[in-house]
């Protein structure tokens, strides 16, 4: 039987707290760590279900990954290293993980079978194989969907590749098969995603270049490569960070720090769309980790105004539209998302799980093929459950919506919350959020 979660109408949020590893970052670490050579050893790697299924598919593939009293290490094997997997990969809920894994399994002389929950066997996948089998990947299945059957070759092609839509998992994807095929493969893109895998890239130590190309940026691997083992720290997630943030915003008297998030220029959307709403925000204490930016974030609850966020900001805040519209409900006027047309590919349909949401907590929003308007400003009603639809990201935003609602609000399933935050009830109660399971 699930567990069901309630939020209720709380007092101020104090306090200073810590967020999970970056999910991103913790995902690459691992599969980074597996194709370089020595071992590479990861503080503050994310313990929850999606990365630690990225971890056990690598160790099914020959890599050591072991938990340490100081973290976690890697073993790796070298670029083309990897040998063959006893049995299926299962990813579970994690899409991240699979679709990096099959730039990896691309370049390897294996055939293996990808998996994944029900949820995950219902999200596309055909964007990301479509480069990956010109590249020489041979793909026996639907194509589209999970499960597949995935045949790498060591003679596999560079290739030169446009996105059609921003999409940081297959830019990843192509740049980690790359590592394995001869020559430079180059991946271009007209609107900036997320650069994790350039950085990492870098880190341990293989040639990429980043440049303009007219009106577009084209990213360069060079294959052939060979990578090393190194230290990783991983910053908090900005996305689990997005959660609390939000929860100091629409509880009145509300004042906490986040410390050590990633801020990232490709992940801050969220907070940047935050400031225009007029939140009381401050990145302080900037640092750099693992050669990505980390500072610690200070928030207060204040009066809030709707804003228009435009399509080209999606890249950057793509995981945060459900808790942002959550954040909308509680601000003066209409506040318009546009370019959504992502989250209707997600863990569940986003945008539609989103607006049902919404619509049962009796506030006024509406939804098109790729955008939603919040109409806010007025009492929320509360008093409503919540089907997440196995999205551990409509969980988390609907819990928020509770803490300042008239009445309570249930989430259907408590448990898909450790797929990306497993501290998330507990951090919340610690900051002063009522959370409680519910019986109804």
């Known amino acids: 039987m699930l567990q069901k979660l309630s939020s209720s109408k709380s007092g101020p949020l104090r306090g200073v707290s810590r967020v999970p590893g970056d999910k991103s970052i913790s995902h690459r670490a691992l599969i980074f760590g597996a194709l370089a050579t020595g071992r590479t050893h990861i503080k503050g790697l994310l313990e929850a279900e999606d990365v630690l299924a990225t971890g056990k598919a690598l160790g099914q593939l020959g890599a050591g990954v072991e938990r340490t009293p100081g973290g976690w290490c890697v073993t790796g094997r070298g670029v083309g290293g990897l040998t063959g997997a006893p049995g299926k990969l299962d990813f579970g809920n994690s899409g991240t993980g699979a679709r990096l894994m099959m730039g990896v399994i691309a370049g390897l002389d294996i055939a293996t079978v990808f998996t994944g929950d029900q949820s995950l066997s219902s999200r596309p996948m055909g964007r990301v194989l479509l480069p990956l089998k010109r590249m020489g990947l041979e793909v026996g299945g639907d194509d589209d969907t999970l499960p597949l059957t995935l045949t790498g070759t060591t003679d596999l092609l560079p290739i030169e590749y446009e996105l059609p839509v921003p999409s940081a998992q297959v830019k990843s994807a192509i740049l980690l098969a790359g590592l394995h095929a001869p020559g430079k493969t180059t991946v271009f893109e007209r609107a900036a995603t997320r650069d994790h895998t350039e950085r990492m890239m870098r880190h341990f130590g293989a040639e990429i270049t980043v440049r303009p190309d007219g009106a577009r940026t ?7 490569a060979e990578l090393a083992g190194q ?33 990232n220029p490709a992940r ?19 640092r750099e980790e693992g050669g990505e930016p980390v500072a610690d974030i200070a928030v207060a609850s204040g009066p809030l105004r709707g804003v228009l966020v435009p399509a080209d900001r999606a890249p950057s805040m793509i995981d945060e539209y459900p808790v942002l519209a959550v954040v909308a409900a509680y601000a003066k006027g209409e506040t318009r998302m546009e370019g959504l047309g992502e989250l209707r590919v997600k863990e569940s349909d986003r945008l539609a799980s989103t607006l049902a949401g919404l619509t049962a907590c009796g506030v006024d929003a509406q939804a098109g093929g790729d955008w ?32 300042g609602a008239q009445a309570p609000v249930v989430i259907d399933n408590a448990g898909i919350i450790a797929t990306s935050f497993p501290e998330f009830s507990e951090i919340m109660r610690g900051l002063g959020a009522q959370i409680e399971t519910s019986k109804a």
């Open 218 to 224: 084209a990213i360069t691997v060079t294959g052939d």
């Open 231 to 263: 230290h990783v720290t991983v910053p908090g997630d900005p996305s689990s960070a997005a959660f609390l943030t939000a929860a100091a915003l629409v509880t009145q008297g509300s004042q906490i720090t986040i410390e050590g998030v990633l801020v």
């Open 268 to 286: 801050t959307g969220f907070y940047d769309t935050l400031k225009e709403m007029g939140a009381k925000l401050d990145f302080s204490n900037p």
């Open 372 to 403: 939603l308007v919040v109409r806010g400003g007025e009492p929320i009603a509360g008093a409503a459950q919540i089907e997440t639809h196995m999205d551990h990201r409509i969980a988390m935003a609907f819990l928020v919506m509770g803490l």
